[in-house]
């Protein structure tokens, strides 16, 4: 593997760790 994808892997999961992040406070905030 190279630095890039190390780069674009980390920089999807840290993304996905938001969205999810966000998703739950809506959810609760909504219930």
Known sequence: MT???YVIIFGLVSFGWIC????????????
């Open 3 to 5: 630095a890039d994808m």
């Open 20 to 31: 999810r992040r966000d998703l739950l406070r809506w959810f609760w905030r909504k219930k």
